[in-house]
């Protein structure tokens, strides 16, 4: 007897409601009619000078940026949706502002604003209201590796006791594809569900989904070709990083030059620190950090214990919210760093990581970053352990690089410098 199976969320009304094209439509339509008839009246298509487009071109604009960011990064693990909604939308509405600025266009100031408030609500609106559904929901074959994954806030996951759904609806099926005691009703189901439309992945994809790491126990288990970034995406990143550093650039001046001043007057010794790094294809270069210790006061061992007594008090403040380093926008210009990517190791942890960890030197495919993923999800790895679960999120991101994850980790920046998680 075949079987029909249906996938979670393939009603017609369901679709529609999650669907990027629903939201964009309706959303938008809000976003723009509102504070129109509120700012202009009835009939106000009739009469559209250039300071009416312009606004409403540019609400459009920064809605649609918005819910495609949106909607983009939402597929990453411990993407926080509604702690990244205000700032999302703030950004793209104050992009827009700064491009009309600058080109000297004309805009309404209380349509713009009032745009902006109206798709605030419709965003949170959708957040809350769709709660339940974004919560991925997996079946899984309770045979091999994948019997051991484990859910979490965002993901759940159901262990089937038989090869059947019996009215279950999921997102998909999760199975260790490799494992060697898979019985052929188990196989023959999987096949089921592929007809029905519903997808298989191989454990290792979902646990990547989960944790936001690659495992990198054996080389076998990653095709390197899958973990190269696009190139295009690369060169795009570079320009960018050395617009936005010029850009920043004149911003930062005055605070690069407040500390250092206040670095002379905390201790005795130069202002900068300067250390030789690994960094893009195993290239050496110096990297400029904020002297944060003592000078001439050395121990290999100290970052290992629980307090280093070669960090100065001054020194404690700004590795507390990352402002030892803010040089290395120089580095930026230079092109020897991007503003996010992994973070460079010095020559001889280089070295020493090489010898116990797998594939260590393949995160240099990448230019390093001042931010990354591993710190922004782990924070601060000194011991080899620790270093093979960063390089696990090293790899996480060489996989997945892309301007939504790079926005991601740049929201998830902004939050951690107002705690000083991962502080060393």
Known sequence: MKREYQRRHSRWYEVLLLSLTFHLVVGMSLALLLPSLERWGWGFWHYMPDVRSNTLIAIGLAFTASALTLRRMSRFPGAQLGANIMPTVSIAFLLVVAVLFFTREGYTRQVMLSGYLVSLAWFYMGYFLGRRFRKLKFAVVPFGDASRLSGNANVDLRVLETPEMKGLRVDGVVADLRAQDLPPEWEKFLATCTLCHIPVYHHRQISETISGR???????????????????????????????????????????????????????????????????????????????????????????????????????????????????????????????????????????????????????????????????????????????????????????????????????????????????
């Open 214 to 424: 690659v495992q990198i126990d054996h080389l076998s288990e990653n095709e390197f070709g899958s973990l190269l970034p696009p190139l295009f995406y690369v060169g795009f990143k570079r320009v960018m990083d050395f617009l936005g550093a010029v850009i920043l650039l004149p911003f930062l001046l005055p605070v690069l030059l407040g500390v250092a001043l206040l670095i002379k007057r905390d201790s005795p010794g130069p202002v900068f620190f300067m250390q030789p790094r690994v960094g893009y294809r195993g290239r050496s270069f110096n990297m400029f950090k904020f002297r944060s210790m003592y000078h001439d006061m050395s121990g290999k061992d100290f970052t290992l214990s629980g307090k280093d007594p070669r960090i100065t008090p001054l020194g404690r403040i700004l590795r507390r919210y990352r402002l030892d380093e803010l040089p290395q926008i120089f580095n930026v210009l230079r092109g020897e760093m991007s503003f996010i990517g992994p973070r460079p190791e010095s020559e001889s942890l280089s070295e020493w990581y090489e010898k116990d960890v797998p594939f260590f030197s393949y995160r240099h495919v990448v230019r390093p970053g001042i931010t990354g993923w591993a710190q922004v999800e782990q924070g601060y790895a000194a011991e080899v352990e620790g270093m093979k679960r960063k390089l696990q999120y090293d790899f996480y991101y060489i996989k997945h690089c892309s301007l939504w994850l790079d926005v991601l980790i740049v929201l998830k920046t902004v939050r951690i410098l107002c705690t000083g998680f991962g502080a060393r």
